[in-house]
């Protein structure tokens, strides 16, 4: 019995492991794509601004 607890353990550890680095990889993926948005608007706000500057490139 002392061998399936031990598997048993050992499984419940992977899940929580998986489950952790699932919810990281999706903090860090919103905050890409927070961080890509607020570029975005920044680069609009920019071209808007100064509608030349979106131009002389």
Known sequence: MFEYEMF???E??????AAHDRQVRRALRSRR??????????????KTAFPAAGRAA
């Not at 419940?12 to 492991?17: D, S, V």
């Open 12 to 17: 419940q550890e992977l899940h929580r492991a």
């Open 8 to 10: 048993q353990a050992r």
């Open 33 to 46: 794509e927070a961080r890509r948005q607020a570029a975005a608007v920044a680069e609009h706000g920019a």
